[in-house]
């Protein structure tokens, strides 16, 4: 079965020291990545997305980027994080089979700058 | 533009009431609907897509194009469904799915 990893669970940091957030998959390959942001009152927001290795396709203008080096491995930085990155961090994948094939995500990073 | 609307933030409903979730989209082609459920402590889940036309846990969704609305639906509710409770759409781009959400709605289900 298909698992998705996603770590570390929280993370505290600094103003502008550098962010890495990484997200792994099992079970399957070639899959359609994600990275959303999830605030309270906003819903999620697509961050980043990949179809793969070395794709990547960021949906808004900010601090964050995303790489994908591996088929199943997709990884969030920063490399001077600001005050408003703070937030919670959702990795989701997909088949990529077709529209109505659902996601599936992680558990989620909790990252608080301070 | 593609966009999801969830007009209601919070919704609190006694238990064994009906629940109606509300959910408007607007996108330019064919859509594809989803329901998501986050319950306390766990990670975000599908709870049902429009494509499979299921009843999941109870809850019913029907795609209405004409009014472009996807509602969620359950005619007795549970203790068990306060969640919070996210719509999305997919659709594509460049041949890529994109997963759309709106902002939610906190479902209460009071005793």
């Known amino acids: 079965s298909q698992t998705i990893h996603q770590w570390p669970a929280t993370l505290v940091q600094p103003v502008g020291s550098p962010l890495s957030l990484e997200c792994t998959v099992e079970?399957?390959?070639?899959?359609?990545l994600y990275w959303y942001r999830q605030a309270a009152g906003r819903g999620l927001q697509l961050l980043f997305y990949s179809v793969g290795i070395g794709q990547i396709s960021s949906e808004v203008p900010q601090n964050l980027s995303a790489s994908r080096p591996q088929d199943r491995q997709f990884i969030l930085s920063s490399k001077k994080l600001l005050l408003s990155d703070s937030g919670f961090y959702l990795c989701a994948w997909s088949s990529g089979q077709g529209g109505n094939s659902p996601l599936h995500f992680g558990n989620g990073t909790r990252l608080t700058v301070t | 533009a593609q966009r999801v609307t969830q007009p209601e933030k919070l919704l609190s409903v006694f238990k064994g009431a009906p629940v109606e979730l509300k959910c408007n989209y607007s996108y330019s082609g064919s859509p594809e609907l989803f329901w998501y459920v986050q319950y306390s402590r766990q990670r975000l889940q599908l709870l049902l897509r429009h494509i499979s036309r299921e009843s999941i846990k109870g809850f019913t969704a029907d795609l209405n194009k004409g009014e472009t609305s996807f509602h969620l639906k359950k005619p007795f509710a549970q203790e068990e469904d306060s969640a919070m409770y996210y719509c999305?759409?997919?659709?594509?781009?460049?041949?890529?799915?994109?997963?759309?959400f709106g902002t939610g709605t906190r479902l209460k289900v009071l005793a």
């Open positions: 999305a759409l997919s659709g594509t781009t460049s041949g890529t799915y994109k997963y759309i």
């Open positions: 079970g399957t390959s070639n899959p359609n």
